[in-house]
């Protein structure tokens, strides 16, 4: 069957397909290695990307096989694409979320490894055009089993210096060389030489080992930036001591919201930090993986007089790893430690305010006893004023009663009313009172 077959189309007995199912099948050969063979050499760039340069990324992709006369990609959302630009020439395009790599193949045998001969076969203003900012360039120079064997100075010479590294990988089948440095011409370059690899190993070889230059680095493309983040993290550091120990020692109001309006600022200041690098700190864990993975796979064998690859690593890489690891875990540490020097000064206001209501509420008990008093007493005082009228009313019925002939002494009358009138009112007042009381409760 023709491998181009839409295979997720072929019908299974009518039954209802996921709708997914064809992109996750096919996300497992998302990435397929070149298939390449020896004498060959590569150029690989990696550029920084800004997902919004997928569509000029895309374009000038289209642009190089214009140029070559070949079939350009047809999708707006193509994120690889491999095309044969002639007969000793072929191009392998990834775009990613933060990068894209351009890798360009040219098969046939050569003298010299590294000469640049990449520029003589592709178009200059479409090199000097590429999308993005150049992170790393690589050239590859991939040598057949017949070619000779180097000795430790001749390949000392051919890269220009002695802090070399290499190892036999794939169990001896090739050895691997690099200095892993970029050289004048802007390349970091890199020999392989094989020895008795089968048909498919040259491509995952050479798959893997651009896999490392490019995700070594995009792992600490943050370094320089995290380098200046710890000198910020120190001066947060202190800062904070400072104000956890102002909280330690007695405090007012107008010092309280002093410390909380810093504390709120210092914390502003650190989730802004960790908002803007959590990314980048994901994403450079996720690119250690693969750079320690993809150094698995090489299955190296120390070369007398070399140190392998994975030491380089080891002593370059891993350090700066650390570093960005190390910035990270204090920026964490510091969150905390302002979240709990936050809460400690919340308690403290808490506790302050606790005792403002406290009083509040003791002086407004002894304001409410008083305003009680001064009701008992105005109230004292309704009741004689109340008796007064009222008796005065009742003055005015007994002198009637007088002029119609009845036998009652006004003055006498009035004398005995008095205290049953004043008894009443105060009785009723009581009564009233009472059941207000009662209304209230309820």
Avoid at 33 to 51: F, G, I, N, S, W
Avoid at 114 to 129: H, K, M, R, V, Y
């Amino acid at each position: 069957m023709d491998e181009t077959t839409d295979r997720s189309a072929l019908p299974l007995w009518g039954l209802n397909i996921y709708p997914l199912r064809t992109a996750l099948d096919r996300e497992f050969h998302a990435r397929p290695y070149e298939d390449v063979q020896p004498p060959l050499r590569a150029m690989h760039l990696v550029m920084v990307t800004e997902p919004s340069q997928a569509g000029q990324t895309l374009e000038h992709v289209k642009r190089l096989c214009h140029h070559f006369g070949v079939a350009a990609p047809v999708s707006g959302d193509t994120a690889q694409f491999s095309a044969r630009c002639s007969d000793t020439l072929s191009l392998k395009w990834e775009r990613h979320q933060e990068f894209s790599t351009y890798t360009f193949f040219l098969s046939g045998a050569f003298d010299d490894p590294f000469s640049n001969c990449f520029e003589t076969l592709l178009p200059a203003a479409w090199l000097g055009d590429i999308p993005g900012q150049l992170l790393a360039a690589v050239q590859v120079a991939f040598e057949s089993p017949t070619a000779l064997s180097r000795s430790l100075e001749q390949l000392q010479e051919l890269f220009g210096t002695i802090h070399l590294f290499g190892a036999d990988v794939l169990k001896g089948n090739a050895s691997v060389f690099s200095d892993f440095l970029a050289n004048r011409d802007g390349f970091s370059r890199i020999l392989v030489h094989d020895h008795r690899l089968t048909v498919h190993q040259p491509g995952r070889l050479m798959q893997r080992l651009l896999d490392i230059e490019t995700y070594r680095t995009m792992a600490i493309l943050d370094f320089p930036r995290m380098r200046l983040l710890t000198q910020e993290l120190s001066r947060m550091e202190q800062h904070l001591s400072a104000l956890t120990e102002s909280l330690a020692r007695d405090s007012d109001h107008e010092h309280d919201k002093q410390n909380l309006h810093e504390l709120m600022r210092l914390a502003g200041e650190t989730e802004h930090i960790s908002a803007s690098s959590a990314y980048r700190f994901a994403a450079g864990r996720a690119y250690r993986a693969l750079v320690q993975h993809r150094l698995e796979e090489l299955r190296e064998t120390r070369i007398e007089g070399l140190p392998p690859i994975h030491e380089f690593l080891e002593r370059r890489f891993a350090p700066a790893m650390r570093t960005i690891e190390a910035a990270h875990e204090r920026l964490e540490r510091l969150s905390q430690r302002v979240t709990r020097a936050s809460t400690l000064l919340r308690t403290t206001v808490d506790v302050a305010l606790a005792e403002q209501n406290s009083t509040l509420l003791a002086s407004m008990d002894q304001r409410v006893k008083l305003q009680l008093r001064l009701q008992e007493m105005v109230e004292g005082l309704s009741i004689v004023i109340l008796g007064y009228y009222l008796t005065s009313l009742l003055a005015y019925g007994y002198k009637a009663l007088a002029t119609l002939g009845l036998p009652i002494n006004v003055d006498i009358a009035v004398a005995i009313t008095i205290p049953f009138v004043l008894i009443g009112i105060g009785l009723t007042i009581r009564w009233r009172r009472k059941k207000l009381m009662a209304t209230h409760q309820t």
